[in-house]
Nanobody, 121 residues
Framework: VQLQASGGGLVQPGGSLRLSCVAP????????MGWFRQAPGKERESVAV??????FYADPVQGRFNISRDNAKNTVYLQMNSLKPEDTAVYYC?????????????????WGQGTQVTVSS
């Protein structure tokens, strides 16, 4: 399964972006979907997850980011508002191994190629 992420770009602080990720192949609704990010020199970290239990966010993005999914389109979205320079990173979407997969990256079986988000004035 090859996930395809898009929507990254350059945005000023305080701006917004919406990332999209298409996950063809498997029965999309049966798997958790997550967004992760990796900044230069840092480890990959979980940003947001949507699974059968609900939506979960990392503390730095709580209240600013929203993850959603459209099962009819096999697509997961990440709406990012009030962006900060520290949100600059490569963002990856991933599909979990089960409908209840949470934030552990090791539990994600399939990954997208990453999309760059740069927040700068």
């Amino acid at each position: 399964v090859q996930l395809q992420a898009s929507g990254g770009g350059l945005v000023q602080p305080g701006g917004s972006l919406r990332l999209s990720c298409v996950a063809p192949g498997r029965t999309f609704r049966n798997y958790a979907m997550g967004w992760f990010r990796q900044a230069p020199g840092k480890e990959r970290e979980s940003v947001a997850v949507v699974n059968w239990s609900g939506k979960f966010y990392a503390d730095p993005v709580q209240g600013r980011f929203n993850i959603s999914r459209d099962n009819a389109k096999n697509t997961v979205y990440l709406q990012m508002n009030s962006l900060k320079p520290e949100d600059t990173a490569v963002y990856y979407c991933a599909q979990g191994a089960s409908p209840y997969t949470t934030r552990d990256a090791r539990s994600y079986k399939y990954w997208g190629q990453g999309t760059q988000v740069t927040v700068s004035s």
